[in-house]
């Protein structure tokens, strides 16, 4: 499941919602459309309470994840850029940073000069990487790299962070994904 939300900065206020996938997206466009009704903000967002049984889903319904990334946006804890500004960014000289497993990388990964160091290897292998250089981190569906993203700002680096990551990426532009060794 992929969603997109539109909001204000500012205020919080939510002026829209998409959804993409196959289970449950239904459900959440629905709290999120009664959420504008009820002129919630998505400062709201993480406060909701949903129904949860553990054998069905998770603690933290993808509602309230929303509302969390939403907020480490105004907040300035992440910074985010959009699939179709990775090329014109790395274009720049920015790095492109992949965190995901090796498997996963093995699997398919961007068309991009990419720089592959795990998660779980990342602190241990930070001398790998330039201060001086600006990255941009990505995983498969952004967790990852924003706590990826975090791990490296507190280390004095500067970092954005893929919205999306690899998954929405190879959904906008499966052209520039290649598969395999």
Partial sequence: MTLKLLFDPTSGKIYGAQGVGKKGVDKRIDILATAIKANLTVFDLPELEFTYAPPFGSAKDPVNMLGYAALNLIEGLSD?????????????????????????????????????????????????????????????????????????KQAGFTVQNLDGAYSLYKMANPEGVEYGN
């Fill in 80 to 152: 985010n850029i959009q699939w179709y500004q990775l090329e014109d960014e790395i274009a720049t000289g920015k790095k492109f940073l992949d965190v995901r497993t090796s498997s996963e990388y093995q699997s398919g990964r961007l068309k991009v000069d990419t720089i592959h160091i795990p998660l779980n290897e990342l602190r241990e292998r930070l001398d790998e990487l330039d201060k001086n250089q600006a990255y941009i981190v990505s995983c498969h569906s952004g967790l990852r790299s924003y706590i990826a993203e975090r791990i490296l």
